[in-house]
């Protein structure tokens, strides 16, 4: 089973498109909350636990555990560990580097953090896209058109009267041999989505941008499944994992789940 396969099937075992992204920052903790990497630990733990079963995966993003020095890396490492066996873990580093550096960033993510996908900057070219991509089992999504404003810099740009974000995903459709390659594709160009799902094809999108950074569910999911005919992944951080600054703080998140899922699963029933 390739890394494509088993998201497809992740996906439809859960009955969810949804990715929790584990943006951990001390300052958006309950205030009850030890900010010790124990307690930041416990805190990131209850809310896998209380939402494994209803999503797809999980998205830990290496910034904000790198922030929190050698214990934020030892933090990562525990929790990847405990992530269960049958989610995927999406681990967000964005990296891209040319010969044995981009190997030995391979391997931290991949190996060290035991991730299915890795996020991967193309700016590069292809052999710092290979380590990524050496193993059918891992996969790799790469960054096509980004949620951020500033995409509009370089992503948005024609070139041979093409947007640099067309040609991305057409040269990930070459790359694909193992089918084990994603792009990321931001809710926040939702017109740009449906152009972007037609040239990549069957790869599986990761879309982030829903929630905080205004991008709209409906028109992420039924652009980037192509109505529910290609597989997507919704990512959804702060919305999720701070649902709640009380004690209830993993129900909230559960309940936050609960409701995402049933909106994408009403539209699917529409579509089907």
């Known amino acids: 089973m390739n890394a494509t396969e088993k998201l497809e099937n992740v996906i439809a075992r859960k009955k969810s498109n949804i990715c929790v992204g584990l943006d951990i920052d001390p300052r958006k903790v309950p205030e009850f909350i ?3 990497t124990t307690g930041l630990a416990r805190f990131m733990l ?10 797809a995966a999980y998205k830990p993003n290496l910034g904000f555990f790198e922030a929190l020095g050698p214990d934020g890396l030892s933090l990562l490492k525990l929790v990847t560990a405990r992530i269960p066996e049958d989610n995927v873990i999406i681990l967000d580093g964005k990296r891209g580097d040319i010969g044995h550096t981009g190997e030995f960033y391979a391997q931290a993510m991949l190996q060290v ?6 996020t991967v900057n193309p700016y590069l ?6 380590p990524f991509i050496q193993d059918k089992d891992k996969g790799a999504f790469i960054l096509c058109l980004t949620s951020n404003p500033g995409a509009i ?27 084990n390659i994603g792009l990321v594709v931001g809710a926040t160009h939702p017109e740009q989505m449906i152009e972007i799902r037609s040239a990549a094809e069957k790869m599986p ?9 205004g991008g709209d569910l409906e028109r992420a999911v039924l652009g980037g499944t192509d109505g529910f005919t290609r597989p997507a992944i919704i990512n959804v951080s702060r919305t ?11 129900k909230a998140s559960r309940e936050m789940v609960t409701k995402l899922n049933g909106e994408i699963n009403r539209l699917r029933q529409q579509h089907n």
């Open 46 to 55: 209850s809310v896998i636990e209380a939402t494994s079963d209803i999503v």
């Open 240 to 250: 999720v994992l701070y649902a709640s600054s009380s004690e209830d703080y993993d």
């Open 34 to 36: 030890d900010k010790t």
């Open 205 to 213: 999108l990761l879309i982030p941008g829903v929630g905080a950074q």
């Open 153 to 179: 810099d370089f992503q948005r740009q024609e070139i041979q009267g093409k947007p640099l974000y067309y040609h991305v995903a057409r040269k990930a459709v070459e790359w694909n041999e193992l089918d």
């Open 113 to 118: 953090y035991r991730a299915d996908w890795t």
């Open 125 to 130: 070219g292809f052999d710092s896209v290979r």
